[in-house]
């Protein structure tokens, strides 16, 4: 059978997303004992034990199929952002918010602006739905350049992805430019402003910028906004995969005609409602990676290794005069696992999550060792 003729035309030529690999993997493919994990961005200490507990709780009712609107999990959420649950949505993972959104709005006319070295999962989506994405290059910095941004839409642009902070580079953009953004969009073939989906996977971490802005306050203003966050950061919940977002009631009223039901299963609707009251856990979190941080940028320094301030818990941090898939593969041998960032087109950068003390310290002592080798 020759799948390239039955298949859709803007599923032919997709690469599968390189997903980080697991410690298990590497302990059996290296036989290794200690390995540590610092690729994918998770939180080191955790879910929280008050978590853990309602997820205990939870267990023998597996059987069940979970609530298909997550009304608990909304209930909570609108309580915590003081915001009415018709303007909440939930899904399996910021992934999946992301392919409901081109799923209801992309056609193949449309084009859908995004960044370079932004997220990657935006422009698989936009492949997907076979539209055609509007790539502006970033500042010098390592920012995005919001201006340039607004400046690429047209008449024929259906959407923008703004991250805030960004992945893989942790720059963040500013209440200020971020304000100007929205004001400045053009109105497009539609009598509209483009709708902007505005990815807030680290919100928490990088909600310690003084100028950093809340996406919540622009949606009363702005009903081309949409915001999402995660729990599978700073709420330690990525094995669970469950998201959530915020939009006008229109545009959530048909998230949730095509999203698929039962979408965010059980156990993650439990804890996660349970992880969104546990401030407690969020503020030690920000608070590690604050701190080590500092740690890595100092180490960096003294290792003359340029990187890239992030306002997020993840650093890039140039491997230069190794190709970043050395570095990482050099690193994967002495048991810490990083991501090299071919597929941004960022092949002497390597990007490195924050982790405990005792694994920066690990990571760095092993960065000392193959400079050296
Ligand atoms: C910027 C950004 N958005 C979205 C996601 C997706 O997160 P998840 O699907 O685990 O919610 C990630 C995960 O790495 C991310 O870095």
Redesign the pocket.
């Known amino acids: 059978m020759n799948m390239q003729n039955i298949i859709r035309k803007a599923c032919d030529g997709f690469k599968p997303y390189v997903a980080g690999k697991s410690i298990g993997e590497i302990k059996r493919e290296y036989n290794l004992k200690e390995v540590v994990k610092l690729a994918?961005?998770e939180n080191p200490l955790g879910a929280s034990k008050k978590v853990l507990k309602t997820l205990r709780d939870n267990f023998d009712k597996v059987f069940f199929y979970p609530d298909s609107n997550s009304f608990d999990l909304k209930k909570s959420l609108s309580k915590r952002y003081r915001l009415p649950t018709g303007n909440i949505f939930t899904a399996a993972?910021?992934?999946?918010i992301?392919e409901l959104i081109a799923k209801l709005f992309f056609n193949p006319e449309d084009e859908i602006v995004i960044s370079k070295y932004s997220?990657i999962?935006y422009a698989m989506a936009v492949q997907l739905m076979g539209s055609k994405p509007v790539v502006v290059p970033m500042n010098e910095e390592f920012k995005y350049d919001l201006q340039a941004l607004a400046k690429a839409c047209n008449k024929n642009t259906k959407a923008i992805f703004v991250?805030n902070p960004?992945?893989p580079t942790g720059t963040y953009n500013a209440k200020k430019e971020f304000s100007a953004f929205l004001k400045d969009l053009p109105l497009n073939k539609f009598g509209v402003k483009p709708i902007v989906i505005l990815?807030e996977?680290?919100f928490e971490y990088a909600s310690l910028e003084k100028d950093y802005p809340d996406g919540l306050d622009y949606l009363k203003d702005n009903l081309n906004l949409i915001v999402f966050r995660?729990?599978?950061?700073i709420h330690g919940l990525?094995g669970l995969?469950?998201?959530y977002g915020f939009a006008s009631e229109k545009i959530v009223e048909y998230i949730e005609r095509i999203r698929p039901p039962f979408n965010v299963n059980l156990l993650a609707q439990a804890a996660a409602s349970a992880a969104i009251t546990d401030k407690a856990q969020v503020a030690r979190s920000q608070k590690l990676v604050a701190k080590e941080k500092l740690y890595l940028y100092k180490e960096f320094e003294k290792l003359g290794v340029k990187y890239v301030k992030s306002a997020a818990n993840f650093i890039l941090f140039k491997s230069f005069p190794l190709a970043g898939k050395n570095a990482f593969a050099k690193l994967l041998k002495e048991g810490v696992i990083v991501r090299a960032v071919d597929e941004y087109e960022l092949p002497d950068w390597v990007r490195v999550t924050v982790g405990l003390h005792k694994e920066n310290k690990l990571f760095i002592a092993k960065l000392k060792k193959i400079w050296k080798s």
């Open positions: 994918s961005n993972g910021g992934d999946e992301i997220f999962r991250t960004n992945n990815d996977a680290y995660t729990f599978s950061k990525a995969r469950v998201a």
